[in-house]
Nanobody, 122 residues
Framework: QVQLVESGGGLVQAGDSLRLSCAAS????????MGWFRQAPGKEREFVAR????????YYTDSVKERFTISRDNAKNTVYLLMNSLKPEDTAVYYC???????????????WGQGTQVTVSS
C-alpha cells in the first residue's frame, strides 16, 4: 500500500502564495499518478491537478491552470503543489491522492492523505 502525508496548509491573504507538500511512502513504485484534490465548504470534492510519476506529465483543472504548479521530487518521494495568486475561492481542505498502475477504485485514486486546510482571506 501507499501512505500519503500532506503538509503546508495555512491561512493566507488573497494574492499570496503557498506550497503544499505530499510525502509518499510504502509501495511508491506502484504509483502511476499523484493528484491533488480539494473540498470547499458546502461543495463536493474537486480535482485540482495531477502529475504522472514517471514522465512528469501534468494536468490542471481550468480554474487553477495559470496559477498552480504541481511538481515532484523523485529522490524525496514527494509531490508539491505551488499555489500562486490565491483567491478566497481557493479556500478548501486539500488532499493528496495516489493512483496505482493496477487500481481497484473507480476513478483510479486508491490512496488518500488526511488533508491540509488552506484558508484565503480577502
Amino acid at each position: 500500500q501507499v501512505q500519503l502525508v500532506e503538509s503546508g496548509g495555512g491561512l493566507v491573504q488573497a494574492g499570496d502564495s503557498l506550497r503544499l507538500s505530499c510525502a509518499a511512502s510504502g509501495r511508491i513504485f506502484s504509483v502511476y499518478n499523484m493528484g491533488w484534490f480539494r473540498q470547499a465548504p458546502g461543495k463536493e470534492r474537486e480535482f485540482v491537478a495531477r502529475i504522472t510519476w514517471s514522465s512528469g506529465s501534468t494536468y490542471y483543472t481550468d480554474s487553477v491552470k495559470e496559477r498552480f504548479t504541481i511538481s515532484r521530487d523523485n529522490a524525496k518521494n514527494t509531490v508539491y503543489l505551488l499555489m500562486n495568486s490565491l483567491k478566497p475561492e481557493d479556500t478548501a481542505v486539500y488532499y493528496c491522492a495516489a493512483a496505482p498502475y493496477l487500481a481497484t477504485s473507480g476513478n483510479g485514486y486508491q490512496y488518500w492523505g488526511q488533508g491540509t486546510q488552506v484558508t484565503v482571506s480577502s
